[in-house]
Structure formats: C-alpha cells, structure tokens
C-alpha cells in the first residue's frame, strides 16, 4: 500500500515565522496535492503538483508556496505565517482512481 | 459553482443500529463520487469510489449508493460499532484529469452503547 507522510502531527508557530509543512510518499506518484480543513468549510485547495519542479495554485494559494524538488517531496511553506492559517493541513497522492491523504499536521499560530 | 451538500450535520445512534448518510451534488461534468471516512485528528481514508454507471458499490458494513440523474448519493452503514465514530465526507470529482474535487464538509457520526 502506498504510504503518505507528513513530518509532523502537531505544530506551533509564532506568527510571523516561516513554516515549512514537509509531505513525503514512498511510492512514484506524480501528482501530490496539499489541502486545508476547516470546521463548516470541508476541505479546500491550496496547492498541487504534477511532477517535479511544476505546480498549480488550487482555490486558496494566497500565503502560501510550494517547493517539489524531488518526487517524493512535496513541501507547503508559509512565508509568514498568519493567526488565520491556523487549520488542519492535509498532503494527499492520486494513485488512481483513490487519493490517499496523510494524516494530517494541526498548524496553531499564536 | 460546483457543490456538495452533506446531511445530517451530525448524527448520534445505539451500537448495532443502521444508518444512512446523504450527499447531493452540483457538480458538472461528473467523473466520479467518493465517501471517505475520516478519523478525529487524521487523515480521510477512502470508503467507496462510484462512477457514473455505478449504482451501488460496498464495503463491509458500508455500502454506497449513486443517482446520478438526480445528483444524490447515500451511505448505508449496517451494525454500526462504536469504531464507526467519525466524520464521513462525500467528495465528487470532475473530469478534465480528475484532479478537480468537491468536498462536502462531512457528516459527524457518533456511535453510542
């Protein structure tokens, strides 16, 4: 079964500070996507990439980057991490037809 | 837009009970609609996957079920166990590469003895 990594379950930043949400899997995916969840919103779309170094913003890029240096890596940055990008973050492959999500890093920005 | 509305927003039922969750979508062009369920503080884990020519598709306990002239979906959870406590998201996909997904915002299920 394919394995979908995130580096951590639970982080806390200072607002202000860059933050680096790593999302790693053990199989040759292409694509890789990263979402967030918010309570009454469902999950939403921040950002996706079909190979490495190629991205597309997703319904909610703004404050957020990516870097795909590496197949297997694919990395959400906040450049300035802000109270509202307080969420529950996602990293998901599409290993057809299913997607399979990581578990899941709860961000608090203080 | 595309949409997916989910109902009940929540729902509380005895150990061993049935129950059925519902999902409507306006999503178009459809591909494919999917139930995940998703464990507090984890990941969604995918349940079934239907696409247009699909009626009904289980697994286990869980069987899922697809109109697609009138846009609903339902999942029918037999014998629930108390593991079954989660919150249970319908997601519909459009083509054009199917990387296009809906989320609904998912129905809270809790199991009770």
């Known amino acids: 079964d394919v394995k979908v990594t995130q580096s951590s379950r639970y982080l806390v930043k200072r607002t202000g500070e860059k933050v680096f949400l790593e999302c790693v899997q053990d199989?040759?995916?292409?694509?890789m996507f990263w979402y967030r969840q918010d309570p009454g919103l469902g999950l939403r779309l921040i950002y996706f990439?079909?190979?490495?170094?190629?991205?597309e913003k997703g319904d909610i890029p703004e404050g957020y980057s990516v870097s795909r240096e590496k197949k297997e890596r694919f990395s959400l940055i906040l450049e300035s991490a802000s109270t509202n990008q307080t969420s529950m973050y996602l990293c998901?492959?599409?290993?057809?037809?299913?997607?399979?999500f990581g578990q899941g890093t709860r961000l608090t920005v203080v | 837009k595309n949409q997916v509305e989910q109902s009940p927003q929540s729902l509380i039922i005895l150990e061993g009970k049935n129950c059925t969750l519902q999902?409507?979508?306006?999503?178009?062009?459809?591909?494919?609609l999917r139930w995940y369920k998703q464990d507090t503080g984890r990941g969604p884990v995918s349940l079934t996957i239907?696409?247009?020519?699909?009626n009904t598709k289980s697994n286990g306990r869980y069987t899922a079920t697809l109109d697609a002239d009138t846009k609903q979906s339902s999942l029918h959870i037999t014998a629930s166990q108390l593991s079954d406590s989660a919150s249970y998201i319908c997601?519909?996909?459009?083509?054009?590469?199917?990387?296009?997904?809906?989320f609904g915002t998912g129905t809270q299920l809790k199991v009770e003895l």
């Open positions: 998901a492959i599409k290993s057809q037809p299913k997607f399979i």
């Open positions: 199989m040759d995916h292409e694509n």
């Open positions: 990439s079909y190979d490495v170094k190629m991205k």
């Open positions: 999902c409507n979508y306006t999503v178009s062009p459809f591909s494919n």
């Open positions: 239907m696409t247009f020519s699909e």
């Open positions: 997601v519909v996909s459009s083509t054009g590469g199917g990387n296009k997904l809906t």
